[in-house]
């Protein structure tokens, strides 16, 4: 019996499998048009980031993309977060992009690939793993050695969860780009076939396509492979650059077409109203062209992983956590005047007898009872064992990715005098013995101050935050945070320091010390809150300074008030019945006690 069973068994397995490679789609390039299954396609896709959503909502957020009348999610895929340290790989909980694709397949919905590695994208490192600047002499975006020995590395590891997973293979994977808008950064050819081949090893050998700006699409370009174009919705221009690089063929997909545009610290909020790009995607689907919407949603940029912009002719500029984008699909999932405008053109273009779900309501979203803070623990009294050195030393010598470094030295009878961090990154808070006397940041170029100094033996700490590293432009190479060279008091270094790591990747390990004075130190709050049904809401920061939040473990990223974002955006599906627990990282405003929650978000308020 037990034998017939195991015969069953195999004979239905087999049989399962081979029906399963009966689904297997063709999805190949025609002289003008996509072609699936041998009959033209039209990919009309959104942009959406799995690790910006939780994973909880990754279904309802598809939904809301099959409602506004999208057949394909793009996303990039992110190294710095499958590699966090050297050879170790997470492709769990949020991580899972392969379970991200599987429910983009349950949902009718068809995947273009983006894991470049390189991905911009408002993210940290442009989405390098910060320990690559530990490899000495390693070159992002080159054919130095030992890049590329990484770079294979993570390749073929990814390769192994989401080749599979690719239409040839019975998935829904249509498309994988090759490098990210690499024309804007050089024009190496040899190294873009480098990635091709890498690519393909890795086990992605479907359609592989590169993407760059208009300006850039000869430079970024690789013959044999597809050339999309970035930024425009203009079809006679898009035709002309994809047949000039593309033996005078198509087809023509517009990778990246951008509705709004994202945010950062200190400037005013991007808004633009759809009246604006609806003739353009008129154009552009109305002359056949394939196109992805840049952002359809972009959610929150949770933890620490927003990055910053920097170039000779701007200052520093870190992103907010807050995605935004203005994108039709708004930060919570709900439907924007923008997504039922874009929705209007779109059912336009769809094939004949397809309807279009109604457009869900929006979510329930609750005011909470205000939350009273009744303690807090300085961060001096929760200091880990320190790290010594003559000289500071950057959290890449430390090995920490992200989150926070105190650095401390004690000064014996030293003058006041004008104090310089050379080079600081990012924000920098100085104390002398526990008090505040000095807030440094990169953005205004602030690298020094004048300081008293009592007579006699004090403590000098710096409280460095990094703020985000540079996810675009020249200077990729040169993103090492914390204190990067040295400090000087009147013209002289200071030496012997202890370094403190503060990553905060784990709020929960955190045991509080209620510390009676806290002072001018940046301190850590928690408490308690009930929740009777369960819904989104945001927390409202206009009164407090500058810090991060987390809610029942989950980082739900910064605040600051120089806005423009003055709320945190709190999903539903990070909070549960009963009671729920809020910490609170103040760096700035220690004794703020209140904290109260608003049922719409504030994105648009500056502050001097």
Known sequence: MKRYVVLVFYILVVYFNANAQKS??????????????????????????????????????????????LNTIGTYV??????????????????????????AKEEGLWVVLRPSPYVCAEWEFGGYPYWLQNEE????????????????KYINELGKHLAPLQVNHGGNILMVQVENEYGSYDKDKAYLDINRKMFIDAGFDGLLYTCDPVKDVKDGHLDGLLPAVNGTDKPAQIKELVRNNHDGKGPYYVAEWYPAWF?????????????????????????GISINMYMFHGGTTRGFMNGANYNDRN???????????DAPLDEAGNATPKFMEFRKVIMKYLPDGTTLPEVPAAKPVMQLPAIHFTQSTSVFDILPKATGNATPLTFEALHQDYGFVLYRTTLANAASGLLKIKDLRDYGIVFINGKRVAVLDRRLKQDNANIDIPKGKVTLDILVENLGRINFGPYLLKNKKGITEKVLLDDKEIMNWQMYSLPFDDINAIKNKA????????????????????ADTYFDMS??????????????????QVGPQQTIYVPAEWLKKGENKVTILELIKPGETLLQSVTQPVLDKLNK
């Open 137 to 152: 002499g390693l070159t992002v975006r080159s054919k130095e050695t030992k890049y590329l020995a990484e770079y294979r």
């Open 263 to 287: 945010d950062w610290w200190g400037t005013k909020h991007h808004t633009v109203p759809a009246e604006k790009y609806t003739p353009g995607l008129d154009a552009v689907l109305s002359a």
């Open 515 to 534: 510390t009676k004075n806290t002072n001018d130190a940046p301190v850590i709050k928690t408490a308690s809150f009930n929740v009777e049904n369960v």
């Open 315 to 325: 200052p520093y500029e870190p992103q907010i956590s807050s995605y935004d984008y």
């Open 78 to 103: 992110f190294w710095n977060l499958h590699e966090p340290q050297k050879d170790q790989f997470d492709f769990t909980g949020n991580n899972d992009i392969a379970a991200f694709v599987q429910t």
């Open 543 to 560: 009164n407090w300074g500058k810090g991060v939040l987390w809610v029942n473990g989950h980082n739900l990223g910064r605040y600051w």
């Open 24 to 69: 297997a789609h063709s999805f190949a390039l025609g002289d003008s048009v996509f072609l699936l299954d041998g009959k033209p396609f039209q990919m009309i896709s959104g942009e959406m980031h799995y690790p910006r959503v939780p994973r909880e909502a990754w279904r309802q957020r598809m939904q809301m993309a099959k409602a506004m009348g």
